[in-house]
Antibody
Framework: QLQLQESGPGLVKPSETLSLTCAVSGGSIRSGSYYWNWIRQSPGKGLEWIATINFSGTTYYNPSLKSRVAISVDTSKNQFSLKLNSVTAADTAVYYC??????????WGQGTLVTISS | EVVLTQSPATLSLSPGERATLSCRASESVGIYLAWYQQRPGQAPRLLIYDSYKRSTGIPARFSGSGSGTDFTLTISSLEPEDFAVYYCQQRNNWALTFGGGTKVEIK
């Protein structure tokens, strides 16, 4: 059974960089059939796709966040990561990692709450 | 970007009733629309992909339909565990977007 687990600081100061990692177990991130993603959900709000990467490093970004986001993959550790710089309170959210076989996200991590506050 | 508009925002129904949720896209997405269920404190769960295909382990009371710009998720007979928030999602040219959600609450 595939499992995804997010990790990273739960509190980040404004203007700093948010860094999260998603560890994938029960399957290989090297599979060419899948894309690996970050999605967030602000408290009490809806879902927002952030970024996508595949095993070879091809990336796609939400245009509204593209200037501040970087997604990367480490196939040797079977994990992928997110960096979001110049954060503000508006970036406070639960951040999820998820797998995308084609058009829909079939496996999700449990999510990790990141609060932006001084 | 494709904007997905879900309606109604809230649906108040009783267990055993039929739920019909709508998702309208600002431009055609073909059949490439998915539906998710999210219970409080949990990650979303994939119910339907490619408009009508049920994900693994999803009960037959959940069905999806539609193409182009108009899509529907139907729950034929609500079970207590179905009261949750439902989101639609599309992937068009690698600009993925979600709808704002429909909350199905107990009447």
């Amino acid at each position: 059974q595939l499992q995804l687990q997010e990790s990273g600081p739960g509190l980040v100061k404004p203007s700093e960089t948010l860094s999260l990692t998603c560890a994938v177990s029960g399957g290989s991130i090297r599979s060419g059939s899948y894309y690996w993603n970050w999605i967030r959900q602000s408290p009490g709000k809806g879902l927002e796709w952030i970024a996508t990467i595949n095993f070879s490093g091809t990336t796609y970004y939400n245009p509204s966040l593209k200037s501040r986001v970087a997604i990367s993959v480490d196939t040797s550790k079977n994990q992928f990561s997110l960096k979001l710089n110049s954060v503000t309170a508006a970036d406070t959210a639960v951040y999820y990692c998820a797998r995308l076989p084609w058009g829909a996200f079939d496996y999700w991590g449990q999510g990790t709450l990141v609060t932006i506050s001084s | 970007e494709v904007v997905l508009t879900q309606s109604p925002a809230t649906l108040s129904l009783s267990p055993g009733e039929r739920a019909t949720l709508s998702c309208r896209a600002s431009e055609s997405v073909g059949i490439y629309l998915a539906w998710y269920q999210q219970r409080p404190g949990q990650a979303p769960r994939l119910l339907i992909y490619d408009s009508y295909k049920r994900s693994t382990g999803i009960p037959a009371r959940f069905s999806g339909s539609g193409s182009g710009t108009d899509f529907t998720l139907t729950i034929s007979s609500l079970e207590p565990e179905d009261f949750a928030v439902y989101y639609c999602q599309q992937r068009n040219n690698w600009a993925l977007t979600f709808g704002g959600g429909t909350k199905v609450e107990i009447k």
